[in-house]
């Protein structure tokens, strides 16, 4: 299952969980397969996003390199913090080996 932005949807996808309104009444199911006609549906709900099936890792369709600069910016502020830099290399890691690149190959400059 992976959460997807409205504006990222496609028709075909799955819904993996129920979609509910503001007063918590289901207005789609999970399972249902979204077409062009539940697409508007869910822009006019104004909802931020969805789950739709599929791994977690395809969420938001980012390159491991756009990932990583995403976390280098994100501690860009607490690069003199040594616990902060094991928590970004440890992250970092894990980032790496859910795109099948393997270890790090240690600390990267923050600017």
Excluded: C, Y
Aim: charged share 25%; hydrophobic share 40%.
């Amino acid at each position: 299952m992976r959460r997807v932005v409205i504006e990222k949807l496609t028709p075909g996808m799955i819904l993996a969980k129920p979609v509910t309104n503001a007063g918590g009444l289901v207005v789609l199911p999970a399972g249902a397969e979204l077409d062009d006609a539940t697409l508007s549906r869910l822009q006019r709900l104004e909802l931020v996003s969805v789950f739709i099936e599929g791994e977690a890792g395809e969420a938001g369709g980012k390159t491991l390199a756009e990932l990583e600069a995403e976390l280098d910016h994100r501690f860009r502020l607490v690069s003199h913090d040594p616990v902060q830099q094991q928590l970004l290399e440890a992250i970092r890691l894990h980032l790496r080996t859910t795109h099948g690149v393997g270890e790090s190959p240690g600390p990267t400059p923050v600017s």
